[in-house]
Nanobody, 116 residues
Framework: QVRLVESGGGSVQTGGSLRLSCAASGIVFGTSTMAWSRQTPGKQREFVARISNLDTTTFATYAVSVKGRFTISRDNTKNMMYLQMNSLKPEDTAVYYC???????WGQGTQVTVSS
């Protein structure tokens, strides 16, 4: 059974930073493409970032809206994935979800709120 647990959300002012964490189990983490998505109440979930880690090489892809501000990373020795969020904007306010790319496996989400 896949289990994904997000943490690290909170409330910050515009320009602030947060670091989200995702603890994964029930998957072969080291060869799984992982991703972060987010959702605002009343809107559909949107892609934020994804990261691959095959052949000891890491590949990362970002949504245009967060590129240059967010950094996705992972630690395969700990089955952990992270999302460093800098220069946060009110538009980043959402519930952030950790998931396995291409699979219907999601965490419970962690709330990020950015005030004007």
């Amino acid at each position: 059974q896949v289990r994904l647990v997000e943490s690290g959300g909170g409330s910050v002012q515009t320009g602030g930073s947060l670091r989200l964490s995702c603890a994964a189990s029930g998957i072969v983490f080291g060869t799984s493409t992982m991703a972060w998505s987010r959702q605002t109440p009343g809107k559909q979930r949107e892609f934020v970032a994804r990261i691959s880690n095959l052949d000891t090489t890491t590949f990362a892809t970002y949504a245009v809206s967060v590129k240059g501000r967010f950094t996705i990373s992972r630690d395969n020795t700990k089955n952990m994935m992270y999302l460093q969020m800098n220069s946060l904007k009110p538009e980043d306010t959402a519930v952030y979800y950790c998931h396995v790319w291409g699979r219907d496996a999601w965490g419970q989400g962690t709330q990020v709120t950015v005030s004007s």
